[in-house]
């Protein structure tokens, strides 16, 4: 079982450079998320889509753009990366937003960017 | 606005001792609550959700957590910790938007042999 897959896992940019981080999910789930993690601040809300072609802000959307052009698929874009993203970045997926439904977590990308 | 806070960073203890990790929050709503596990290099991990209805609940790995309303808490427990139990564990809460989860900003429990 899939689940939750993110691409690439490690990555190390320089900054202004720019790259795209993949997530796919394989449970036919609507609403998919990109969280970063960083010590002792737990994760945070980038962005998140409530459906195909839908995308909405979270709490940290600054620098990254995403995109939802399919279903199964999340898009997390840093156009001209800077060290301040250094990161690791979680993306999730659940069915729905009512209560009886579980986010369901990748492993996670490692990106330094230096 | 929501946020939550976890009492302690770091949590060392023995093998087959009892463990509660804390975790307050705070709401102008009625919410949800969670705790996730984070093992080494992987992703999280639900362990345990508080939805409505029994202030306890159960999880996997034999840990269980409390809703104290009143108190703003929901803290987690385990009578005796092994060493596979050692992990990043985040206390995270939503509210009416239930897929926008507020994390914790983690504890590290530590279990020494």
């Known amino acids: 079982n899939a689940g939750v897959t993110q691409t690439p896992k490690f990555r190390v940019l320089k900054t202004g450079q720019s790259m795209t981080l993949l997530c796919a999910q394989d449970?036919?789930?609507?609403?998919m998320y990109w969280y970063r993690q960083d010590p002792g601040m737990g994760l945070r809300l980038i962005h998140y889509?409530?459906?195909?072609?839908?995308?909405a802000k979270g709490e940290v959307p600054d620098g990254y753009n995403v995109s939802r052009l399919k279903k199964q698929n999340f898009l997390l874009g840093l156009e001209s990366a800077a060290p301040s993203q250094t990161s690791v970045y979680f993306c999730?997926?659940?069915?729905?937003?009512?209560?009886?439904?579980?986010?369901?977590f990748g492993e996670g990308s490692w990106l330094t960017v230096v | 606005a929501q946020s939550v806070t976890q009492l302690d960073s770091q949590v060392p203890v023995f093998e087959e001792a009892p463990v509660e990790l804390r975790c307050n929050y705070s709401s102008s709503v009625s919410v949800y609550l969670f705790w996730y596990v984070q093992y080494p290099n992987q992703g999280l991990q639900l362990l345990l959700k508080?939805?409505?209805?029994?202030?306890l609940v159960k999880g996997i790995n034999g840990f269980e957590a409390e809703f104290n309303k009143s108190q703003t808490s929901f803290h987690l427990r385990k009578p005796s910790v092994h060493i596979s139990d050692t992990a990043e564990y985040f206390c995270a809460v939503s509210g009416t938007s239930y897929g926008k989860l507020t994390f914790g900003q983690g504890t590290i429990l530590t279990v020494h042999p």
């Open positions: 889509s409530v459906g195909e072609g839908t995308t």
């Open positions: 449970m036919n789930h609507e609403y």
């Open positions: 508080y939805l409505s209805g029994s202030t």
């Open positions: 999730a997926s659940s069915l729905g937003t009512g209560p009886g439904n579980t986010i369901y």
